[in-house]
């Protein structure tokens, strides 16, 4: 079976590398217009190019936008729309991670960075969303927002509490917004595992190309692992997922670890 997302418009915050670059790419691949946003248009352009050497019938532009600012939000929605004609398909990825250690030790910005990013960020692009494209009463109603949470959101990791916090209140929001926003539009989260990325390169660098990881598929995840899922949740193949959390992580959790 050919998943196809032809006549599509998708929006992905986090585009310029790691996941959001991934999911970018393998929409673009299967037919969807894209916009890709993240606060710096120089990586920006960078994966749209790597992208368009990847797809060369590629249908991706750049839009730079911090995904914590409202404004922000408003503008790169807008500009989705006013460029592709409308917005079908949401992915929440960007993220942030400013504090690594214990909850019990952060202090109040870092904490209202990583949920103004993590949390309010989502929520905020979601409206926008919703109020200008998704909406029963729009010309192209309906759609799916897919968020990125973590594992971490799912089980205690240390030092990433803080991070994981938001990302377990993050698979709370969306199933509120599922249950809200039913049945013009579908809410779903994914929750990785361990993925090869610039934002993880902490807990992997330094370990052996080839080694083993104690989890039931021993490999670190990769970006296309997770796009793949987000593919999968942003087809019609999904069409009856709503509310849920997808966790991809190679086995990790039910291993007992991260
Ligand atoms: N990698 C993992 O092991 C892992 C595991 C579980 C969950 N996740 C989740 O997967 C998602 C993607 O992570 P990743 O590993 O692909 O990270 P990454 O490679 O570091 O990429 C992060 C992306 O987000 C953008 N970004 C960062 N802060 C932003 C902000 N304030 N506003 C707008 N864009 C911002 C970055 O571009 P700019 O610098 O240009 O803004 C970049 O495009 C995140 O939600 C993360 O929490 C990752």
Known sequence: MDIRLDGKVALVT???????????????????????????????????????????????????????????????????????????????????????????????????????????????????????????????????????????????NDPLGVYGTTKAALIHQTKHLAGELAPAVRVNAIAPGLVKTEFARMLWEGAEPDAKYPWALERLGEPQDIANAALFLASDLASWITGEVLVVDGGAMIKGGI
């Not at 590629?58 to 404004?71: M, S």
Request: hydrophobic letters at 40%; proline letters at 6%.
């Open 14 to 156: 986090g585009g310029s590398r790691g996941i959001g670059q991934a999911i970018a790419a393998t929409y673009a691949a299967c037919g969807a217009q894209v916009v890709i946003s993240s606060r710096k248009i120089d990586g920006l352009q960078r994966a749209a190019e790597e992208i368009r050497a990847e797809v060369p019938d590629a249908q991706i532009v750049p839009f730079a936008a911090h995904a914590g600012d409202p404004q922000a939000a408003h503008d790169c929605v807008q500009f989705a729309v006013e460029t592709f004609g409308t917005l079908d398909i949401l992915v929440n990825n960007a993220a942030t991670n400013p504090h690594f250690g214990n909850v019990i030790d952060v202090d109040p910005p870092r904490f209202d960075k990583t949920v103004e990013v993590n949390l309010r960020g989502p929520l905020i692009w979601t409206q926008e969303a919703w109020r200008q494209a998704m909406n029963p009463e729009s010309t192209h109603p309906g759609g799916c927002v897919i968020n990125l949470s973590s594992v971490s959101g799912l089980q205690f």
